[in-house]
């Protein structure tokens, strides 16, 4: 082991105004990271979400037709809960995402319209740190999102955003991956931590579909967990944890 992985976690990047989020599925972020968006919007910053699916897959007993839409409501006031008003939705196909120029391109052009300064996304590994099999999905838009931050800054990339009036943007600074196994910064959990409960708990309906714990005692146990297990590596605060790289 590294000290990359052993080491104290840092705390996040504070010299930026706008971070957009950019993740697969509803839900993803609230098991991945909104105490720290809670407390980035409690600072005055702006975030904004964007996902590739409307999760409409995810749901064994509800036909994909009416999931879509109750995932996107679901998404929409889970957002809502910790400052994030703005929420958009590409419209790929839930569970069979496909890694390629099309999503590159897609994410580009989000990245183009929010001009963040720090880009999130999700674990682009495929696996969760060696124990469990990530899904494609995941894989494929958190690759997909790397690859993208980069790209929206060459305008000889897709130049046809350029023609739909998306100027580069090159003013990604940081990408943030949350859920990965080698983190190395973090955010301190506690000031978000229970609008972060509040906000996982609003995807009701995808999570009485897969536990039968009480659904409040559910997302308090996994949050909480997930925060505590890192307080080691950050001076003993429960947090919210990134595997950071820069531009």
């Not at 036909?63 to 929409?76: I, S, V």
């Not at 319209?113 to 838009?141: C, F, K, Q, S, Y």
Request: overall charge negative.
């Amino acid at each position: 082991m590294t000290d990359h992985v052993n080491g104290p976690l840092r705390p996040m990047p504070e010299d930026w105004q706008r971070a957009l989020a950019v993740v697969a599925h509803p839900d993803d972020l609230e098991y991945g990271c909104s105490a720290a968006v809670a407390a980035w919007t409690d600072g005055g910053r702006e975030v904004a979400y964007v996902l590739a699916t409307r999760g409409e897959a995810g749901i064994d007993a509800v036909d994909p037709a009416a999931c879509g839409p109750l995932r996107e409501r679901e998404q929409r006031a889970s957002a809502a809960v910790v400052g994030v008003s703005t929420v958009e939705f590409l419209d790929h196909k839930d569970g069979v995402i496909e890694y390629g120029l099309a999503l590159r391109r897609d994410i580009a052009a989000a990245i183009r319209r929010h001009r963040p300064e720090l880009v999130i996304t999700l674990n682009h590994r495929d696996t969760w740190g060696g124990v469990a099999w990530n899904t494609p999905d995941h894989v494929a838009v958190g690759r997909a999102t790397l690859d993208a931050a980069g790209d929206a800054g060459n305008r000889w990339i897709f130049p046809e955003l350029t023609e739909q009036g998306l100027e580069p943007w090159d003013g990604v600074r940081w990408v943030a991956v949350a859920g990965s196994s080698a983190p190395t910064h973090a955010v301190d959990a506690a000031p978000g931590m229970e609008r972060a409960v509040q906000s996982l708990l609003e995807h009701r309906a995808y999570i009485e579909a897969l536990t039968d714990q009480d659904p409040e005692a559910y997302c308090r146990s996994f949050l909480t967990a997930n925060a505590e297990a890192a307080a080691e590596r950050f001076g003993g605060r429960p947090a919210v944890t990134f595997e950071v790289f820069s531009r």
